[in-house]
């Protein structure tokens, strides 16, 4: 069934009630710090990889903030929610929303952003993780 808030994800079992796990948060910021920090430059050729990179970076960061929290969220359908339900950040919703199809349309589709597009979207992925920080 698809999750469409998140009393589904709850009772989907897409999100699971944990401790809150502070060292397991702690471990992904890093990880998600050292991702953005090996990026040098953007341009025609990688820019659609460095995208993935930021959008990777910002689904550790918000993963972190659940494992905060005590959620353990296993889909981006729901980590959506979380922002847009418990975090009442509407705003990033919509930004992460759209984020996600782009990375969807990459990755299960092979839908490749041309160079103008994939900079703007790496652009929301700098202001959306800067909004999560």
């Known amino acids: 069934m698809k999750e469409t808030g998140w009393v589904d994800c709850l009772s989907n079992r897409s999100v699971k009630k944990i401790t809150p796990d502070i060292h397991r948060a702690n471990s992904l910021i ?57 975090l009442k950040r509407e705003d990033l919703y919509l930004l992460f929303d759209d984020l996600r199809f782009k990375r969807n349309s990459l990755t299960y589709y092979g839908i490749r952003m041309d160079y103008e597009t994939a900079k703007e979207a790496i652009e929301k992925c700098k202001r959306f993780i800067k909004e999560l920080k």
């Open 30 to 86: 890093e990880t998600s710090h050292e991702r953005i920090s090996l990026v040098r430059e953007v341009h025609e050729k990688n820019c659609n990889f460095v995208f993935e990179d930021y959008y990777t970076s910002s689904l550790e960061l918000l993963q972190a903030m659940a494992f905060k929290e005590g959620f353990n969220i296993l889909n981006h359908v729901c980590l959506g929610f979380y922002l847009r339900e418990i």
